[in-house]
């Protein structure tokens, strides 16, 4: 069915794969999607860092295909490319600058759980397997009348990979980073020594999230709250338990 979505975010910090920054970035987002009826989709993000000058610090532009291998099992593949500002703030998403991402879900029922690959490349390369089991609940009553309702998504996951992106991250913003907990000085070597085994494939982060929505027609106002906890976080990032808190509304026009 041909689609289009449009919605707002404001998160407390920017968190990827896992990781967060060594300073806190609250941040503002539009997300636009197209969907075409044969499951292709085309989206665009604009970001903008709160407190930092420009106006647009990150785009994020991307395409992918949705499919479903059964009435239960359904599948997505898509591709993401992340455009930054050169004067932007310097969240630790700035490393990477593509991803490529596979993911399969499948509904029992009970719950629904889901396996997302992703290789992120450019400056950095990773590898990444994202676990997710969640639990759709919405009322059977209406808040205001009979066209609206609440709906809640409790979701746990967790996620392996590499993480290059954080030793990436750490050369380029040596200024905002603890240089001891990522280097070994060496007097000899024109630049400190990689300390860390960024590229070992291990666990990276646990997270609990509550998602609390008043949906209606065609919008739906979202705040959700992310327990996270970091795991073998190496490099410069000394990463601790974190909660996040998201606001988003978006509009769906059919």
Do not use: C, M
């Not at 967790?158 to 603890?178: K, M, W």
């Not at 999230?209 to 490099?235: C, D, M, Q």
């Amino acid at each position: 069915k041909r689609s289009i979505s449009v919605g707002v975010n404001y998160g407390s910090d920017f968190q990827f794969f896992g990781r967060t920054g060594p300073v806190t970035y609250p941040f503002l987002s539009v997300d636009a999607i197209y969907n075409f009826k044969s499951g292709v989709f085309v989206y665009a993000s604009p970001v903008q860092v709160i407190g930092y000058s420009p106006l647009i610090d990150e785009v994020d532009l991307g395409a992918g295909y949705l499919f479903k291998y059964s009435k239960k099992i359904s599948g997505t593949v898509s591709y993401s490319r992340f455009i930054f500002n050169k004067n932007t703030a310097q969240v630790i998403k700035s490393a990477s600058s593509n991803d490529i991402n596979f993911k399969n879900a499948f509904d029992w029922k009970l719950a629904k759980s889901s396996v997302v690959f992703d290789y992120l490349f450019g400056s950095a390369n990773d590898y990444f397997v994202t676990l997710n089991t969640s639990k759709y609940i919405e009322t059977d009553w209406g808040v205001f009348d009979d066209k609206d309702y609440l709906s809640f998504n409790p979701t746990i996951s967790a996620i392996f990979g590499t993480q290059n992106f954080v030793g990436r991250y750490s050369s380029e913003h040596l200024d905002n980073v603890e240089t001891d907990n990522s280097f070994v000085q060496n007097s000899d070597a024109p630049r400190p020594l990689p300390r860390y085994n960024n590229g070992r494939f291990t666990v990276l982060n646990y997270s609990v999230k509550l998602p609390v929505a008043y949906n209606r027609p065609h919008y739906t106002f979202e705040a959700s709250w992310k327990y996270s906890i970091p795991l073998n976080v190496e490099g410069a990032l000394k990463n601790r338990h974190e909660v996040f808190f998201n606001l988003t509304f978006y509009y769906l026009f059919f």
